[in-house]
């Protein structure tokens, strides 16, 4: 891998699970808490800015995922109001949630989050628009790459039109 210092890896997984379980509600405070890491350092990785964690960092982060993405915060000692505001700024950034994730490829840089079951295809963009969520970076290329197929074969008909036939 290149790029990677040694004993880090990418920090993408990390920053993936921490922002989604900042959608079920899970504050900053208590991830920090919970992952023994600091609160700046928490606050980093959610605004996604850093490349790359230590191996302890990744594998800390890891563990408390598995634990808390399958409690609701509310029943794990975190207030209405703590767990209402953080699940209002997550969803504000369209951080995805778990379920949008698959454990296999939450590390994988090329993986795209699922809102739908269909991102990155224009299918997935007519469920995004079905149940009311924005629409995510993939699904908005699937229109504009149907746009732009679209134009292309208007574009082929008015050329048609202009040619005689039999010319
Ligand atoms: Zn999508």
């Known amino acids: 891998m290149t790029g990677v210092p040694e004993g880090t890896v990418p920090a ?28 700046h350092l928490i606050h980093r990785l959610l605004s996604d800015a850093l490349d790359t964690v230590t191996v302890t960092e990744h594998r800390a982060v890891a563990a408390v995922y598995d634990r808390l993405s399958a409690v609701s915060p509310g029943l794990d000692g975190v207030s209405h109001i703590a767990a209402r505001a953080t699940r209002d700024r997550a969803t504000a950034a369209n951080w995805p949630p778990p379920a949008a994730w ?19 295809t224009t299918r997935g963009a007519e469920i995004h ?28 008909r008015a050329a048609r039109r202009a040619t005689p036939p039999c010319a």
């Open 102 to 120: 698959d454990d296999d490829t939450i590390d994988d840089l090329a993986a795209i989050p699922q809102w739908t079951g269909h991102c990155g």
């Open 129 to 156: 628009e079905r149940d009311g969520l924005p629409l995510c970076p993939p699904c908005k290329d699937a229109l504009y790459r149907r746009h732009l197929r679209d134009g292309a074969r208007a574009a082929r």
């Open 12 to 39: 993408v997984g990390t920053v993936r699970r921490l922002q989604a379980l900042a959608v079920m509600g899970w504050p900053a405070a208590r991830l920090s808490r919970e992952t023994d890491l600091s609160a």
